[in-house]
């Protein structure tokens, strides 16, 4: 069993930063695939970003490709989503993710068995 849980949403200006975390429980997260994921109102939720259980490959929406930057802390527990240059277009509420160990990290929802409660994000213009 994992629980997880987001940290870090809040309100910010179109340009500015904003850094996710995601604390998990259980003795297992180092070796799951974990993502993150977005939903906006009236959208499906979509996928973000991704790393492998070890850390090495980690994959990115195109949309956020280059200005968001997922990294994992073992030692901590805690998954982190950077998120830099944000625009309005950002503006979702953000959900944290795990996947099965050893698993291949996925963008599909569906490959993910554990879910955070989320947090709000909002970028204004």
């Known amino acids: 069993q994992v629980q997880l849980v987001e940290s870090g949403g809040g309100l910010v200006q179109a340009g500015g930063s904003l850094r996710l975390s995601c604390a998990a429980s259980?003795?297992?997260?180092?070796?799951?695939?974990m993502a993150w994921f977005r939903q906006a109102p009236g959208k499906e939720r979509g996928f973000v970003a991704a790393a492998s259980w070890s850390g090495s490959s980690k994959y990115y929406a195109d949309s956020v490709k280059g200005r968001f930057t997922i990294s994992r802390d073992t030692a901590k527990n805690t998954v982190y989503l950077q998120m830099n240059s944000l625009k309005p277009e950002d503006t979702a509420v953000y959900y944290c993710a795990a996947g099965a160990p050893y698993d291949t990290p996925s963008r599909t929802s569906n490959n993910y068995a554990y879910w955070g409660q989320g947090t709000q994000v909002a970028v204004s213009s």
């Open positions: 259980g003795r297992t997260f180092s070796s799951r695939a």
